[in-house]
């Protein structure tokens, strides 16, 4: 990356590499106001919009933090929410991240290598993940997406179940959502079964963040 390229993304985007992997398809490790993100065609995957939609998320809804708890990213992607949790919260607990691409993984890491660090990285479908887990998280944040739709996964009931299980009394989550009315719906109605006290708040004009509490 070299001094020009920096200067000129912050007339356009450029970029830097691209791959192709198997579970999302094309990506690109992009340029843009001298930082460096992950984005699909159609959509940012990592360090864009997607950082600001958790950054503007937790100022709203402050996390409690505090020392020894233990997070749960279901979407780790290339490891934006980590950073968010890091430079705006100054997390100190332990850290599990679900990936289910990891070419993704290896590709982006030497990138983005310190919201790798301390990360327990689990390479396998956020259903799997919850179904075999045994302990409980004091937060969950979940962004599961293909390009610009929440992940199927997102529309099985059993999901927002196996959330509930993998929370802590009085434990948090966040869940980063996109979608037609319908759909929307049928996520709020989910979280309503399941944890009762809900709230959910828009951001950046298209992403409903759902906040729950166990």
Same mark, same amino acid.
């Given at each position: 990356?070299?001094?020009?390229?920096?200067?000129?993304? =912050?007339? =356009? #985007?450029?970029? %830097?590499q691209?791959?192709t992997? /198997?579970?999302?398809?094309?990506l690109e490790?992009? %340029?843009? $106001?001298?930082?460096?993100? %992950?984005?699909s065609?159609? /959509?940012?995957y990592?360090?864009?919009?997607l $950082?600001?939609?958790? *950054?503007l /998320? &937790? *100022?709203n809804?402050?996390?409690q933090?505090?020392?020894?708890q233990?997070?749960?990213? &279901?979407g780790?992607?290339?490891?934006?929410?980590?950073?968010? %949790?890091? *430079? /705006?919260?100054?997390?100190?607990?332990t850290?599990?991240g679900?990936? =289910?691409? @990891?070419?993704?993984?290896?590709w982006?890491?030497p990138?983005?290598?310190?919201y790798f660090?301390?990360?327990?990285?689990?390479?396998?479908?956020?259903l799997?993940f919850?179904?075999?887990?045994?302990n409980?998280?004091?937060?969950?944040f979940?962004?599961?997406f293909?390009?610009l739709?929440?992940?199927?996964?997102?529309? *099985?009931?059993?999901?927002?179940?196996?959330?509930?299980?993998?929370?802590l #009394?009085?434990g948090c989550?966040?869940h980063?959502?996109?979608?037609?009315? @319908?759909?929307?719906?049928?996520? @709020?109605?989910?979280? $309503?079964?399941?944890?009762?006290?809900? !709230?959910?708040?828009?951001?950046?004009?298209s992403?409903?963040?759902?906040?729950? !509490?166990a």
């Amino acid at each position: 990356m070299s001094l020009l390229q920096t200067l000129w993304s =912050y007339v =356009y #985007p450029i970029t %830097l590499q691209q791959k192709t992997t /198997a579970a999302n398809g094309l990506l690109e490790l992009v %340029l843009y $106001q001298g930082k460096k993100m %992950l984005n699909s065609p159609k /959509a940012n995957y990592s360090y864009g919009s997607l $950082q600001r939609v958790f *950054e503007l /998320a &937790l *100022e709203n809804h402050p996390p409690q933090f505090k020392v020894n708890q233990r997070v749960l990213i &279901l979407g780790f992607g290339a490891g934006s929410i980590q950073k968010v %949790l890091l *430079e /705006a919260h100054h997390f100190t607990g332990t850290v599990t991240g679900v990936e =289910y691409d @990891k070419e993704l993984t290896e590709w982006v890491r030497p990138h983005f290598e310190k919201y790798f660090d301390n990360v327990t990285l689990e390479h396998c479908d956020a259903l799997s993940f919850l179904e075999k887990n045994k302990n409980p998280f004091d937060f969950i944040f979940v962004d599961l997406f293909c390009d610009l739709k929440c992940a199927p996964v997102c529309f *099985e009931g059993n999901f927002y179940s196996l959330l509930k299980q993998n929370l802590l #009394p009085n434990g948090c989550l966040y869940h980063n959502t996109m979608g037609s009315t @319908k759909q929307l719906g049928f996520i @709020k109605q989910q979280y $309503q079964q399941q944890f009762g006290n809900l !709230r959910s708040q828009q951001f950046l004009g298209s992403n409903t963040v759902f906040y729950g !509490r166990a």
